[in-house]
């Protein structure tokens, strides 16, 4: 299968895949987070048209405002965040993976719980957040088990970090994510700590950088929940204190990044969409990072919730998605270069959208933005979606074997 991507991608070295001791499940995680995708984006879209006065503000407005928040933190990127750490997370944090049937129940628990979750009786409601946290709790607690029992250099730097992501993801659903401040606190917490995990996989096994061990790999934990507290602190009790957080997310990127050496390797590889995906990435992480500090009061807290959700967390999962889908059917998602085109007009659609809650843009930027990101889904959700359906075929069910 190597030598069959080798061929089909020749600008790209040969893929070193994660070692794997059981059949895929990230199909069937996968699969929700295209329609989570295709939702969150149709809803995204009708409230930028209504935040812009382009349509008529429904009654409803707030309903609609996070039912998107919830499709897309919790449904889209909590989809592929699961899939991607049920399946790779053991390998990543060095320890034993559990049986797929033991897991594949979160995935109908987190369709049911965010569906109840959106309901406007307030019982339902009530058991669908409960449902969608136990969803995100469980890996919890599981890869925390795996993190204990794995090789001890990746708990400080990989284990306890994408453990308490899911932690933070599991909150998720009892908080105010209509307010852009708590929104922006889950985000960074959850979605990017975990995707920072991802990186660390990905700039050690794909690019040939370093892992973070030893005191770097402490430095790193220690900075990354001195960000948590100081953005905690911003969402929950001042948001005068965003610059700070701003600062400490830096700090940890910036960790990250040199002692990983991220820049180096991905100058000496070879250009491919995995080498864009992740300095889109880090680049779009870098920007949210500053946002605060250089707008001071003046920040708003909205751009850096879509630039750290439509400019990192859809660029990797679009880059990373599409590698591993195509490694596990031996059938490319989309050309490496095709793929690569997609990442940087998606990011041109991430920056649209981020600078219009400063007054920046027109009518005309929107709707194109619009007909740019539904020109770019279906490229990327069509042939997506078929991988995924190859995948089911060739590795049914653990219970269908």
Not at 62 to 70: G, N, S
């Amino acid at each position: 299968m190597k030598s069959l991507i080798a061929k089909i991608i020749p600008t790209d070295p040969p893929m070193q895949p994660m070692t794997l001791s059981r059949e895929p499940i990230v199909n069937r995680f996968w699969a929700t987070g295209l329609v989570g995708l295709c939702l969150g984006f149709i809803l995204g879209f009708m409230l930028w048209l209504w935040q812009q006065g382009i349509m008529e503000t429904p009654d409803d407005y707030f309903t609609f405002k996070i039912a998107h928040a919830k499709i897309q933190i919790l449904l889209f990127a909590g989809s592929f965040l699961l899939g991607f750490a049920l399946q790779a997370g053991p390998h990543v944090i060095g320890g034993p993976p559990p049986p797929s049937k033991n897991i594949l129940f979160y995935l109908p628990m987190l369709w049911v719980g965010i569906a109840l979750s959106m309901v406007p009786d307030p019982m339902l409601s009530l058991i669908g957040n409960a449902m969608t946290s136990f969803a995100f709790a469980g890996p919890a607690f599981l890869l925390l088990g795996i993190t204990m029992a794995g090789m001890p250099h990746f708990r400080i730097p990989r284990g306890i970090p994408i453990s308490a992501s899911f932690v933070i993801l599991a909150l998720a659903p009892w908080l105010d994510l209509n307010d852009p401040d708590i929104a922006l606190f889950v985000i960074w917490c959850g979605p990017v700590t975990a995707a920072l995990v991802a990186a660390q996989q990905l700039t050690n096994n794909v690019l040939g950088g370093k892992l973070l061990q030893g005191n770097s790999s402490v430095l790193f934990l220690s900075a990354l929940y001195m960000a948590w507290l100081l953005t905690a602190v911003s969402a929950f009790l001042d948001s005068i204190y965003w610059h700070f957080s701003g600062i400490a997310w830096v700090v940890v990127l910036y960790i990250q990044a040199k002692k990983t050496e991220l820049l180096l390797s991905a100058i000496r590889y070879n250009f491919s969409a995995i080498q864009v995906t992740l300095l889109l990435a880090f680049a779009g992480l870098f920007a949210s990072a500053i946002m605060p500090i250089v707008h001071g009061e003046d920040f708003m807290a909205d751009a850096a919730v879509h630039l750290l959700g439509a400019g990192v967390i859809t660029i990797l999962i679009l880059g990373v998605a599409a590698r591993v889908a195509s490694f596990f059917c031996g059938q490319m998602v989309l050309p490496d270069r095709a793929l690569i085109y997609l990442l940087f007009a998606w990011s041109i659609l991430a920056i649209a959208r981020t600078i219009t809650p400063y007054g920046i843009g027109s009518t005309g930027l929107i709707m194109g933005t619009m007909h740019l990101g539904t020109f770019l889904l279906i490229i990327w959700v069509v042939p997506m979606a078929r991988n995924i359906v190859k995948i089911g075929q060739q590795f049914p069910p653990p219970n269908k074997q």
